[in-house]
């Protein structure tokens, strides 16, 4: 009995010695491929960063794409550029040879050379960006995705062999020995595919500057196509502006006498001009005539007729003409008789004695710029003629003065109320004079 114990207890060592021998080879292959799972994860997590960047990447760089065809013209057409110039060049054609038709024509021509740029710049982005981060996505991720479908297979068949080896080996069963070189060729697999599952990962992760380098060349070619473009544009502004200082549909209220005369190829004002031969044709006579008020909204309209061009005096009353006129001279940035001489010109009105202040101010007319004196000389005989008629118009020379002074001069510089007042009769003493 006693030896039947020893030999009981030898034995039982033995296989406890074993257990433990093959436990810690178990322990070992799991903290092998613990650690080289904690790898993997680390790398997979950037993986789906970058990945995550190519697919935003390429996704809405495509959404900004304005156009789609298979060839450069097709593409074109597609491009909101193409269908804006065709429609602003007919409706240039259509408007004809006028400052705005002119002007669409040019920018109509601009767009169309834009949209042609655009469907370049759009194909080459697609040939040179989207398609080679595409084709690096489709690749690589397909050969990720192969390999860690084979490595998640050979993990589940190692650890189906792993789970019944350890059962045989808590039942001491003598198939563990069997079981056990079956264990050893499955976790000979699934290293095999864990270290091609990091191969393929790890060389996706070495295109990260490839991918860098891709992002940089859509950037190259933004910035090509935004300088092509604003050169388009740089190059057609020249002539728009050419246009604009040409032509001769521009407003005239608000305008520089001077400015105007240039353009028109007149000497008289054309509203001071228009007016007056209006109002001597059949109002000379009409009573209260600068003096009384003419409707708002006929003086808006005849006024934006002479600044559209369209002038018809025929069909509007005299009041409305002399306020148009007034209104003019009002709205003239510097007055007729000019800022520079407003001074001399208050001078010489405040002149006490008659012939003196004649004199006096027959001088600073003098002064005047030549368009300036040829337009006050035209007016001043029209008002003249005026005031011959005062017993049937009421408006004699010191009646017109009053409400025509204050729209030939005023100040840059306002004053008081009472200096206004002050001024202000000096300027109908001045208008009065001339």
Known sequence: V????CKDIVMAAKQFHRFTQLAGEK??????????????SDAEKKMEGIKNGCLVTCKRLHATHQGSGSTLEKHQRKVP????GNGMIEAGQTLGPTVFGNTLRLVGQGELDISLQVADYEQCMEETVIRPLNIILEEELKKLEKSKKKLSSARV???SIRNRYQSLQDKFSPKAEAIKSELDQAINRFEQCQDAYATNLFTFLSRERDMAALVHKMVVLQISRHNQALGILQGILPHIDKELDETNDRPVYGQ??????????RTISYVIEECCLALREKWMDTEGLFRLAASAAKLKLLKYSFDAGCVELNGHDPHTIAGALKQYLRELPAPLLTFE???????????????????????????????????????????????????QTKMNAYNIAIVIGPNLLWSKVEGSVSGLVGETALYSRIAECL
């Open 2 to 5: 006693h030896f039947q114990l």
């Open 27 to 40: 322990l070992a292959v799991r903290e092998k491929s613990d650690r080289l799972t904690e790898s993997l």
């Open 81 to 84: 550029q193409f269908s804006l």
């Open 157 to 159: 068949d190692m650890d």
């Open 256 to 265: 520089p006498l001077s400015e105007h005369l240039q353009i028109t190829g």
């Open 341 to 391: 001489l407003c001074s001399a010109w208050t001078a010489a009105a405040g002149i006490g004695e008659e012939g003196e202040r004649l004199q006096r101010l027959w001088t600073v007319k003098e002064k005047l710029p030549k368009e300036n004196l040829e337009n006050l000389k035209y007016l001043m005989f029209f008002l003249s003629d005026l005031s011959e008629n005062h017993e």
